[in-house]
């Protein structure tokens, strides 16, 4: 995970947490701004997290049937991992498609009970979400298909999608979608998937409503309607509770915070959450806001709640003894590896439609390393043209040294559809 450009609030944290004396390990692919701050620095080949989270879990544990992963340059961070009084572990995708991620949220969880890090504050896992949400619909059950996307949506007669563009992220779902799938589709805008949907539900966005959302460490907070409704959008949830109606189906909530005491009851972890707790403030410290100006500056007052963090999903006394997946072994192809990264103003169609923030958008262009453009003979800022998932692309192309030998790297949300890491062959070169 880059944190500085997906999570760059975690990414300031973590930089002050080594100002006051915490060790830091930075383990990716390519070079991050945050490794200026680490105690060790691991760089691994694009595809082989796995593998090196495994060595961290052999170097600690010296279970044999790991002895393939064993690596002498981890010894070192492995070990001050290990002896760690307290040890948090957080974890990304890039580079992984997500039996690679699923496979590196065990390794990294298992390195966490082994070294005794499993239920205490201060302690723990923490997901690299793509979006603020994300953490919250996997808590009440929301999780991707066993199967993949692709194969699911071939066998389904009816898909009913919100919240989401899938033709957008992957041009080769249109055929899927369009042959014979019954399309719902529950958005804000007009997207590509949309357009080609049998039924639009318009959707309102999140600063037209209430509820709360989950953060990656458990924070569960409430947030509130700032403008009003825009037409006659609805709420999702009012959204899925008219058409549960319609099918038959009693939902009986009257209210988002309805939504809220129902998934308190359901899911363990969020017992006794409410919209009234979530919205309980104290004094904090340092002060922020009030009318003081010199201690306050230019914050408000929060009079909307602090939210609650949510206890963790095991405690120290239980058994925490959790499996591993050994990564996949894929075959070396040519060319290059097409891989897609995320870049801090590069979160979708939302942004895309800001003029004010239109200046400082990512760029769709293709970054390769230079020693590698100049064996295939491309300069800085050439267009090329390349082949992936049986479409073709063309691209301008910038040099820069951080990108990592046989790898392109793309922006992963301006346009050009990829969304795993993908092995390419570029064609042509003007």
């Given at each position: 995970?880059?944190l500085?450009?997906?999570?760059?609030?975690?990414?300031?944290?973590?930089?002050?947490?080594?100002?006051?004396g915490?060790?830091?390990?930075?383990?990716?692919?390519?070079?991050?701004?945050?490794?200026?701050?680490?105690a060790?620095?691991?760089?691994?080949?694009?595809?082989?997290?796995?593998h090196?989270?495994?060595?961290?879990?052999?170097?600690?544990?010296?279970?044999?049937?790991?002895?393939?992963?064993?690596?002498?340059?981890?010894?070192?961070?492995?070990?001050?991992?290990a002896?760690a009084?307290?040890?948090?572990?957080?974890?990304?995708?890039?580079?992984?498609?997500?039996?690679?991620?699923?496979?590196?949220?065990q390794?990294?969880?298992?390195?966490?009970?082994?070294?005794?890090?499993?239920?205490?504050?201060?302690?723990?896992?923490?997901?690299?979400?793509?979006?603020?949400?994300?953490?919250?619909?996997?808590?009440?059950?929301?999780r991707?298909?066993?199967s993949?996307?692709?194969?699911?949506?071939?066998?389904?007669?009816?898909?009913?999608?919100?919240?989401?563009?899938?033709?957008?992220?992957?041009?080769?779902?249109?055929g899927?979608?369009?042959?014979?799938?019954?399309?719902?589709?529950?958005?804000?805008?007009?997207?590509?998937?949309?357009?080609?949907?049998?039924?639009?539900f318009?959707?309102?966005?999140?600063?037209?409503r209430?509820?709360?959302?989950?953060?990656?460490?458990?924070?569960?907070?409430?947030?509130?309607?700032?403008?009003?409704?825009?037409g006659?959008?609805?709420?999702?949830?009012?959204?899925?509770?008219?058409?549960?109606?319609?099918?038959?189906?009693?939902?009986?909530?009257?209210?988002?915070?309805?939504?809220?005491?129902?998934?308190?009851?359901?899911?363990?972890?969020?017992?006794?959450?409410?919209?009234?707790a979530l919205?309980?403030?104290?004094?904090q410290?340092?002060?922020?806001?009030?009318?003081?100006?010199?201690?306050?500056?230019?914050?408000?007052?929060?009079?909307?709640?602090?939210?609650?963090?949510?206890?963790?999903?095991?405690?120290?006394?239980?058994?925490s003894?959790?499996?591993?997946?050994?990564?996949?072994?894929?075959?070396?192809?040519?060319?290059?590896?097409?891989?897609?990264?995320?870049?801090?103003?590069?979160?979708?169609?939302?942004?895309?439609?800001?003029?004010?923030?239109?200046?400082?958008?990512?760029?769709?262009?293709?970054?390769?390393?230079?020693?590698?453009?100049?064996?295939?003979?491309?300069?800085?800022?050439?267009?090329?043209e390349?082949?992936?998932?049986?479409?073709?692309?063309?691209?301008?192309?910038?040099?820069?040294?951080?990108?990592?030998?046989?790898?392109?790297?793309?922006?992963?949300?301006?346009?050009?559809?990829?969304?795993?890491?993908?092995?390419?062959?570029?064609?042509?070169?003007e």
């Amino acid at each position: 995970s880059d944190l500085h450009e997906q999570a760059p609030i975690w990414w300031l944290r973590l930089k002050q947490a080594t100002e006051r004396g915490a060790q830091l390990i930075v383990a990716n692919a390519r070079p991050t701004s945050l490794e200026k701050y680490a105690a060790h620095t691991i760089r691994y080949p694009y595809k082989r997290a796995v593998h090196t989270a495994l060595g961290f879990l052999q170097a600690v544990s010296e279970r044999a049937d790991l002895s393939q992963f064993k690596d002498k340059s981890l010894q070192k961070a492995a070990r001050l991992f290990a002896k760690a009084e307290n040890a948090i572990i957080f974890y990304g995708g890039e580079g992984l498609d997500h039996t690679g991620s699923k496979a590196l949220a065990q390794a990294c969880a298992s390195l966490l009970s082994i070294t005794g890090h499993v239920g205490r504050a201060n302690n723990g896992l923490i997901a690299v979400w793509p979006r603020a949400n994300s953490q919250g619909a996997w808590d009440v059950g929301l999780r991707p298909s066993p199967s993949g996307l692709v194969k699911t949506l071939e066998q389904a007669s009816t898909a009913y999608v919100m919240g989401a563009d899938p033709v957008a992220d992957d041009a080769s779902l249109e055929g899927i979608l369009g042959e014979n799938t019954f399309l719902i589709v529950q958005e804000l805008f007009l997207t590509p998937t949309a357009k080609m949907a049998d039924v639009v539900f318009p959707a309102r966005s999140f600063i037209e409503r209430e509820g709360t959302f989950t953060s990656g460490e458990h924070r569960v907070q409430r947030f509130y309607p700032a403008v009003l409704p825009i037409g006659e959008t609805k709420s999702d949830w009012r959204i899925v509770v008219s058409l549960a109606k319609a099918m038959g189906i009693e939902m009986d909530y009257p209210s988002a915070a309805a939504v809220m005491l129902d998934v308190a009851e359901s899911v363990a972890e969020y017992k006794g959450l409410s919209y009234q707790a979530l919205s309980e403030v104290e004094p904090q410290w340092p002060h922020v806001g009030d009318r003081s100006l010199p201690f306050g500056g230019t914050a408000f007052e929060n009079t909307q709640g602090l939210g609650i963090q949510i206890g963790p999903t095991m405690m120290p006394d239980e058994p925490s003894e959790i499996a591993w997946t050994m990564p996949v072994e894929e075959p070396e192809e040519e060319g290059l590896l097409l891989v897609p990264i995320t870049h801090l103003y590069d979160p979708g169609i939302t942004v895309r439609a800001s003029k004010v923030l239109h200046a400082r958008l990512a760029k769709l262009q293709l970054e390769l390393n230079p020693k590698d453009a100049s064996r295939l003979g491309v300069g800085d800022g050439a267009q090329v043209e390349f082949r992936v998932d049986g479409r073709s692309v063309r691209l301008l192309t910038r040099l820069v040294e951080s990108v990592p030998e046989g790898t392109a790297l793309v922006p992963r949300s301006l346009g050009a559809q990829v969304v795993r890491p993908t092995p390419i062959q570029i064609t042509s070169v003007e």
